[in-house]
């Protein structure tokens, strides 16, 4: 079955671009005038286009959340450098000063760029909710 499928590709392969082609119109054609902006509501009720309006609000959503998805890395990290120093050898304690240096590292990086865009915010009095 997977050669017969592989050589219909190969002998036609417009015919088969064709065939996607439709599909995907169709499938678009499905969704044409649907805006998910009103469709999509929060757990207040409220749409998404009406809260995340402008891209500084979209950007701080996502900066918060990849704040927590690293300080989630970072914690995996030292757990991860405290296995590996258990395994009692000389490459195993090298490993975890390895990661235990760049999990220290990744905290001071985030830390650093936390307490800039604070300072930045208290200086210019812009609105930055981290």
Do not use: C, H
Not at 52 to 72: H, Q
């Amino acid at each position: 079955m997977k050669s017969i499928i592989i050589s219909l590709i190969f002998r036609n392969p417009s015919l088969i671009f064709r065939k996607i082609q439709n599909l995907t119109l169709l499938a678009a054609s499905q969704f044409d005038g649907v805006n998910l902006g009103e469709q999509l509501k929060l757990r207040n009720g409220e749409a998404v286009q009406d809260v995340y309006n402008t891209p500084g609000k979209i950007v701080n959503l996502l900066v918060s959340n990849l704040f927590l998805i690293a300080g989630i890395v970072i914690f995996v990290l030292i757990i991860g450098a405290g296995f590996s120093y258990f395994q009692d050898t000389s490459k195993g304690k090298d490993e975890a000063r390895n990661l235990a240096t760049g999990a220290v590292l990744g905290f001071i990086i985030m830390f650093a760029a936390y307490w800039i865009v604070q300072i930045v915010a208290a200086i210019t009095g812009a609105d930055i909710p981290l």
